[in-house]
């Protein structure tokens, strides 16, 4: 049997629920034997995260999961192996982060305008010093003060496009994304494909230029596709000539598509991005 693997979570330096430390405690105890911590626009977890593994003997890929912006749509595109001190790469984040915080004072604005006040500091409160703001922030905030039951449906009535939480904002480019992650010797895996609704033929277009920009892989098994999605994206890697990767989007108890070490196998016609890295190998911790 080869080791489980997870190529994709979150951690309280963006928008996950557990610390770099406790994801990977959590991850092992699930049986997951090779990790990546993924976090959004920032790898500032990847330290604490890779010791942790270390002591626990588990064995560990550095990772980030690029927020971007591509034909006014927005796209997430995991780098795997990225090294975490490669300057262009920490530049280009750090300019993502900042526009988060802008994003937030219009988030807020808008949310005022309906009557939500205090939804910034609210926000801000469920953030970790120093880490992104997102809208699973907000969402937090939103929840606590009852506007909604729970995440999911916070997302639906507040917080996606044409809802009065929602601001427009630019992202990196896919060009640069990927320009950082090949430049840091990372692989380029672009995130849960099902999730953007582009139809048929933007998807083809979207998969075409990612190739082109160097893109290695697509996330066919996460926890964000169905069983219909796993076999559609195993095609679509297929024909594109490009490899699968899988990793459960989880960003911690009560917050998680999936619990950790329960997703299956790639389909048997996939190519694993992990094909022939020795993390995949026993002897290799
Ligand atoms: P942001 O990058 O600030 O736009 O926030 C995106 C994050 O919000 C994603 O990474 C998810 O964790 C979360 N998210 C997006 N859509 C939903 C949804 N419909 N339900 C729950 N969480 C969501
Ligand atoms: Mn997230
Ligand atoms: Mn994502
Ligand atoms: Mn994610």
Redesign the pocket.
Known sequence: MPPHIDLHCHSTVS?GLLTPSDLVSHAFSQGVEVLSLTD?DDVAGLAEASARAKQLGMRFVTGVEI?VSWNRRTLHVVGLKISPDYEPLLTGLAGIRASRHTRAQGMADSLSKIGIGGSLDGAYKYTRRDGII???HF?RFLVEKGYAKD??SV??KYL?KGKPGYFEHRWASLEDAMGWIAGSGGIAVLAHPGRYDLGRTNMLKLLHEFRELGGAAIEVVTGSHTKDQYQEFAKLAHQFDLLASKGSDY?GPGHAYIEMGRLPDLPSICKPVWQGWPEMSLDTP
């Open positions: 928008d959004h927020s997102s809208r699973t969402a995440t999911r997302f639906k996606v960003h």
